[in-house]
């Protein structure tokens, strides 16, 4: 059975919308794409590097695909770690809006996405990696079906965008597994699933 990671870059306040260009996701007027470029340094590189060193296959949002489709196939060095691997593995893709993928080695997933990501987990071995894709994510999360988190913690507020944990998300706890700050600041969070939360007192 597989286990399913989520990387996700988040600012301070939750955002996760379009970190990687002014165009990258403008819905609901947000004007701020591009947020995480500056923070970039050999640090982050690394640790992304390190990421895409264990997939077995990747679990992509509709919106996550297009922008991944229109940029990896175009630069696929077998030397870089990112793209070999998208390239490479087998991607999924939750969507009921696409009715086909060019990418090469991709599967549309058009059901019920709990039930298409659960008989995934049961089927492959290995890891697999979500990267953005951030409402199938919440999704998953509502249902225990991610495991593991990379949270990326840029030093930036931004006050608008869709955010990855917004009201009635399900109430999960988790443990602390990496802990890792860039030169510029990026706080490099991984935590792993452990259940409900626990209460108490302090008086």
Partial sequence: MATLSLTQFLTLDGVYQAPGGPDEDR???FEHGGWSVPFGDE??????????SRPTAFLLGRRTYEIFAGYWPKHDDPADPVASKLNALPKY?????LDSADWAHTTLLRGDVVEEVGALKE????E????????????LLAHDLIDTLHLHVFPVVL???HR??????????FRLTGAVVTSTGVALHTYE?????TYGSYA
């Avoid at 893709?93 to 809006?97: D, E, G, I, K, S």
């Avoid at 990696?129 to 409402?135: R, V």
């Avoid at 917004?166 to 706890?173: D, I, K, V």
């Fill in 193 to 197: 699933r452990a259940g409900r939360p």
């Fill in 123 to 126: 089927r492959l071995d290995g």
């Fill in 27 to 29: 819905s609901g007027g």
């Fill in 93 to 97: 893709v939750a969507t009921t809006t």
């Fill in 159 to 161: 006050g608008t965008g």
């Fill in 43 to 52: 640090d982050f590189g690394r640790h992304i590097d390190g990421i895409f």
């Fill in 164 to 173: 990855l944990f917004t009201e009635g998300a399900r109430p999960t706890a």
């Fill in 128 to 139: 697999i990696q979500m990267h953005g894709s951030g409402g199938l994510a919440r999704t």
